[in-house]
């Protein structure tokens, strides 16, 4: 029986989809950070993997077919940006401004981790490029000489911790602004920080969704900067 299962090529797809889908139903009943759809799902598979000694492969042969929906996904998030077009133009200065300043001081702590922990380059580089979409992640940690592996991981951290602790921050610092809570975790977690955003409202959808864009750009540029300060 295991075996029918596993040779089916809509395991992986299955699997996550009713994964993710007890994340959803957990958010609904009990509303609490940790409670993330994302996070959930990740746990669960991954005990479900190894209490029944399922090769990862077998389970990637199928939800693999899944990141085919990451694109169009991403697409998505440009129709809050659309319906809240006036108020970007109206605060264009201070949004750009914004994000450059979130994209140097994430750059600036990297380095001075290295300096002040003595961290391996290699394992600064992977990280160095965690608050963009993975696509454009591995393709800067490639170019400065990082681990693609730990990067995908890193990227992984900053969209789950993002959208989980996001809101409760905005709480502690009386971050009260749609526009700068939207661009806080845009800039900060990427897709998986906007997907929580847009559950905040329709404002904070539209300003991380630039910020993905607006962040990519920019740290394609800041990131090998950084890495040749660590070298």
């Not at 009943?29 to 479900?48: G, Q, R, T």
């Not at 910020?211 to 300060?229: E, H, K, M, N």
Request: charged residues 10%.
């Amino acid at each position: 029986m295991k075996e029918l299962l596993t040779d089916s090529v809509y395991f992986g797809v299955a699997v996550s989809l009713a994964a993710y889908f007890i994340g959803v139903k957990c958010r609904e009943k009990w509303d609490f950070p940790l409670m993330n759809p994302l996070l959930i799902a990740m746990i669960l598979v991954i005990v479900l993997l190894l209490v029944c000694r399922i090769p990862f492969e077998t389970y990637s042969n199928g939800a693999k077919y899944i990141t085919y929906f990451l694109t169009p996904a991403t697409v998505c998030f440009a129709v809050p940006l659309y319906r809240q077009l006036q108020i970007l133009k109206k605060n264009m200065a201070a949004v750009l401004a914004g994000i450059l300043c979130g994209c140097l001081a994430h750059a600036f702590i990297i380095v001075g981790m290295g300096w002040c922990l003595g961290i391996q380059d290699t394992l600064l580089f992977s990280i160095l490029p965690k608050s963009v979409t993975t696509a454009i992640a591995l393709g800067i940690s490639e170019e400065i000489g990082g681990v693609t592996a730990v990067t995908v991981v890193g990227v992984t951290v900053a969209g789950l911790s993002g959208s989980i602790l996001g809101p409760t921050l905005f709480r502690w610092f009386h971050i009260e602004e749609a526009e700068a809570q939207g661009l806080a975790m845009g800039t900060a977690s990427h897709a998986v920080g906007t997907s929580r955003a847009v559950e905040l409202g329709e404002v904070q959808g539209a300003m991380s969704s630039l910020a993905i864009v607006v962040t990519g750009i920019l740290t394609v540029v800041i990131g090998p900067w950084a890495a040749s300060l660590i070298r």
